[in-house]
C-alpha cells in the first residue's frame, strides 16, 4: 500500500489499529504522520484524543497506557510514535500489538531503515498492522519523479530545470519538495517553472552547475569546463567534488550503455533517456566526439578522481585543482 493510499483511506473515514511506517525514504513517512498528525481528527477532537510521542525520550508503558485509553467526546483517539527508530525497549509494545484497541489510531514512523522481519514484534505486525515501506526514488527516475510532482502542484517545468534540481539537489525528496513550494510562493502567478526561476530563487545557476559541466565535456569545450569548475571554486556549495564526480559518473554511465543497443538513432534513445531531449542530444554529442573507448576512459578517469577526491592517493589538493586535472586528461 502507498502512502497516498493511506491517506486516501483516512479520508473515506476508513481505518486500521495499526500502522508502521518504515522505510529509507522519510518524506512519504513524513506525509502519512503529518496527515495523521492534522487531519484524522477535527481541532475539537484532538484537544483530548491526540497523542504524540518521539522514540528518544518515549518510555514504553506510556506509549501501551495512551493507545489503551479510550477516546473522550470522540469514536477514536490518535497515537503517534515519531522517530520510532531511537525508542529503547521498543519490542516491549508487542504486548499491544498482539490486542490493540479498536478505537485507537497507533501510527509507528520508522525512518531510515526497515525492521528485522525475523523479530516477534514484526511477525506481530504482519498480522495486526498495516505497514508501509517507505522506498528511496531510484535516482535514475528522480527527474520523472520531480516532474510528476510539480505536474500534480499545478505547474508545468521544462527538462532543463528539472535537471537543474535532479543534479544540485540530489535523491532528497523533502529538500526538493521544500524548494519547490519556496519557488511557487514568488512565481506570483506564473504557472511555468523554467531555469531562469531555479536560478533566480532557488539559487542554482543555469550557467555553472553539473549539467552543464557534463555537456562541457560532451562537447570537448575545455574552456566552458575549466570556466564551471573556476565557478564551483568560488562558490563550494554550487560543486563540491562528492557531488559533482558521482553525478558526471551517472550521466556518462547512462551514455556507456547505449553501445550495448543495435538502434542508436535519436527516437531509439528517447526512452532510454526518459525522454529527455537535451540529454538525448548530450549523449549523441558525447558518443561522436569520444566513441567506445573515450567514454570508458572517462569512467575510468571518473573512478580514479573520486577516490583522489577522498584522500586516497592524494592528499592536500584542493577539489577544484582535482577536477580541472581530470577533465583535461578527459578532453585532451
Request: glycine share 6%; hydrophobic share 40%; charged share 30%.
Amino acid at each position: 500500500m502507498s502512502a497516498e493510499k493511506i491517506i486516501s483511506d483516512w479520508k473515506k473515514k476508513s481505518f486500521k489499529s495499526l500502522y508502521w511506517l518504515e522505510g529509507e525514504e522519510d518524506y512519504y513517512i513524513d506525509m502519512v504522520m503529518d496527515h495523521a498528525e492534522h487531519y484524522i481528527l477535527d481541532e475539537a477532537e484532538a484537544g483530548f484524543n491526540l497523542t504524540v510521542f518521539y522514540g528518544k525520550d518515549a518510555e514504553w508503558p506510556a506509549v501501551i497506557n495512551a493507545c489503551k485509553r479510550y477516546p473522550m467526546f470522540a469514536e477514536r483517539q490518535v497515537v503517534l510514535l515519531k522517530e520510532a527508530q531511537q525508542m529503547k525497549d521498543i519490542d516491549k509494545l508487542e504486548s499491544y500489538f498482539e490486542n490493540p484497541l479498536h478505537s485507537t489510531i497507533f501510527v509507528v514512523g520508522y525512518k531510515g531503515k526497515t525492521f528485522d522481519k525475523r523479530t516477534k514484534l514484526y511477525k506481530l505486525l504482519k498480522q495486526s498492522a498495516e505497514i508501509f515501506n517507505s522506498e528511496k526514488v531510484k535516482d535514475y527516475k528522480l527527474a520523472e519523479w520531480i516532474g510528476e510532482y510539480v505536474r500534480s502542484k499545478g505547474y508545468t517545468i521544462n527538462s532543463k530545470a528539472v535537471s537543474l534540481l535532479d543534479e544540485h539537489i540530489g535523491n532528497d525528496l523533502n529538500r526538493i519538495v521544500n524548494e519547490i513550494e519556496k519557488l511557487a510562493l514568488n512565481l506570483k502567478g506564473k504557472r511555468d517553472i523554467t531555469e531562469d526561476d531555479i536560478e533566480r530563487y532557488i539559487g542554482i545557476s543555469k550557467e555553472y552547475n553539473v549539467f552543464e559541466l557534463q555537456a562541457a565535456i560532451a562537447k570537448k569545450d575545455l574552456g566552458k569546463a575549466i570556466t564551471i569548475i573556476k565557478y564551483f571554486e568560488g562558490n563550494p556549495k554550487a560543486g563540491p567534488i562528492q557531488m559533482v564526480l558521482p553525478a558526471l559518473y551517472s550521466s556518462f554511465s547512462k551514455v556507456y550503455t547505449v553501445f550495448g543497443m543495435n538502434d542508436r538513432s535519436e527516437a531509439a534513445l528517447k526512452p532510454h533517456f526518459y525522454f529527455n531531449a537535451t540529454a538525448v542530444k548530450n549523449a549523441l554529442e558525447t558518443i561522436r566526439n569520444y566513441g567506445y573507448d573515450g567514454i570508458e576512459r572517462i569512467l575510468l578517469l571518473l573512478h580514479q578522481y573520486n577516490l583522489k577526491g577522498v584522500g586516497v592517493g592524494d592528499t592536500g589538493t584542493s577539489d577544484a585543482s582535482l577536477m580541472r586535472e581530470m577533465v583535461v586528461k578527459m578532453i585532451s
